[in-house]
């Protein structure tokens, strides 16, 4: 194992232009360009970031919004007689309540900056899985206990009144097309039919549950007792939709288009870094309006033949500057392979900045665990986040460190500490990241905020490690490459 600690002179309190390191942000970047960018890191303008909802926040108004939902049936439901009418019932609020959730499960998505800062992308993501899975069985129990309660009532087998369902009444075959393509979607979601299937296979299939809602809302205006007879409920209803489809429209198409008008993101240069790691240059202007932090990150799509109809979301690798920005990838698939291939000059949209990975100044000694290519955002809230750091980084050989001479740099001139953990488990002769091995590289570890960004099997293993290191889960962040 090398473990190397630097330390030079000492720790000062410091923002982003107060020591050399986080001044060569760009410096290293003598990548080729166009132009060069510039050294100046953008300062930080807490006074103009938007609004951030906090866990607790999102799923009171979640919860409010379900309660809500139950008021609107009770009230439009005079009364509940015999078993034909207990299963329409709780299938009528099942129904609503899927009404309701998949318009939840689109605004978690929908890029909504209070969201994105104050969840953070992963959670969110996580949320909407979770949530998806929830949803798509209530889809089939709705379906499955409206067809059963309208048989009970009508004294007819389920197939007949299925029958009778869908072709008698209004837009119920629209609303059953739709059921099944969410459960399709469902399905391809789950874990391990996701393994198989392209990320791109799965987002675009994943596209339908779009059309999946627009099929079935018709159906619950149409149908829903609800909705019938109540012109108030159907147009708050209605507006529910609308509001939603307006910011996920806003968020996900206007704003980077306004944000591709305002800061015309070009590629400025590639550099590799290591085997199969890449660092990617981009300018622009007016770049302190994007208010960037480190931790967070962008979804990029390049704009040449090949690469144009994806975006991929990579972190910043460095302080945002006030024209250049750089991302570091590793080649993972064909998407961030064909990135070393970009030329000068290629543009670019970016949508962003997301994620909730950006510490803050809490007056604690901060840790930064890093695992391979996830040192992507760490380096560059190691070279910005006041206070004492220390950086621990885990690569399994001396090739795959990346960075490893800008790291040195930054720990030399803001008196941080770098302890680089190399080798296979086997060379090293146990686990690196050991709450034993930890404490003695970290004194004061339980004391400190901890932050880990790297592969999902190293993070588990390093939140575990430091949970038994006695940190509180509440000190502990970490950012997530999987959504
Ligand atoms: C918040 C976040 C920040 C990231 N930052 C970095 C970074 O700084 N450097 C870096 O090298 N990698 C980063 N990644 C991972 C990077 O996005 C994927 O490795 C990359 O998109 C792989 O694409 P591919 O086509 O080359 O590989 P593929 O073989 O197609 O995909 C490999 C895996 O990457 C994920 N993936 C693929 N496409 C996407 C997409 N469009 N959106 C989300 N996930 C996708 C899937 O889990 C997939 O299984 C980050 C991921 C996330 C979620």
Known sequence: MTSVARRSGPARHAGAEAYPGSRREQAPHAAPSRRPPSARP???????????????????????????????????????????????????????????????????????????????????????????????????????????????????????ESATLLTQYPDVLMATVAGFLLLGI?????????????????????????????????????????????????????????????????YRIAVPLLSYRRHRFEILGVKAEGPGVISVYIGGRRFEE??????????????????WWSSHPFS?????????????????????????????????????PYGAFTPADSGRGVVLLAG?????????????????????????SERDLVFRDELD??????????????????????DPLSPRVLRSLVPGLDEQEAYVCGPSGMTSAAVRALRAAGVPRQRIHFESFEF
Not at 191 to 220: C, D, G, K, M, P
Not at 292 to 299: H, N, Y
Not at 320 to 337: C, E, F, W, Y
């Open 290 to 307: 994007l208010d960037a932090e480190p931790g967070q990150f962008f979804r990029w799509r390049f704009l040449t033949r090949s690469l």
């Open 42 to 160: 953008v300062p930080a303008r807490p006074g103009n970031r938007p609004a951030r909802v906090g866990a607790r926040g999102a799923l009171a108004v979640i919860i409010a919004g379900a309660v809500m939902v139950i008021v609107l049936w009770w009230h439009s439901t005079p009364g509940v007689h015999g078993l034909g009418g207990w299963l329409t019932g709780a299938g009528e609020v099942l129904g609503l309540l899927c009404g309701y959730g998949v318009v939840v499960l689109v605004a978690l998505m929908s890029r909504l900056p209070p969201l994105e800062r104050g969840l953070g992308t992963d959670k969110l993501a996580r949320w909407h899985a979770m949530g998806g899975r929830y949803i798509v069985s209530l889809v089939v129990a709705h379906g499955l206990l409206i067809v059963w309660g309208y048989a009970a009532t009508a004294h007819a087998n389920v197939v007949s």
């Open 409 to 430: 740099a930054i720990a030399a001139a803001r008196g941080a500490t770098v302890h680089y953990l190399v080798g296979s488990r086997t060379e090293i002769g146990g």
């Open 316 to 352: 910043l690798s460095a302080a945002p500057g006030s024209d250049a920005l750089r991302i570091t990838v590793k080649n993972m698939g064909d998407h961030s392979q064909a990135l070393a291939r970009l030329r000068p000059g290629t543009r670019v949209f970016a949508e962003g």
């Open 372 to 396: 391979g290519v996830g040192i992507t955002p760490l380096r560059a809230i190691f070279a910005t986040l006041p206070g004492h750091v220390t950086l621990i980084y885990r690569a399994s």
């Open 186 to 250: 469902g399905i391809v979601s789950m874990r391990a039919a996701r393994r198989r299937v392209r990320y791109e296979t799965w987002y675009f299939l994943h596209l339908y549950t779009y059309l999946a809602i627009a099929l079935a809302f018709s159906h619950q205006l149409a149908d829903g007792a609800a909705f019938v007879s109540n012109l108030a409920a159907r147009f708050w209803w209605s507006a529910m939709y609308l509001t939603v489809l307006v910011l996920v429209l806003w």
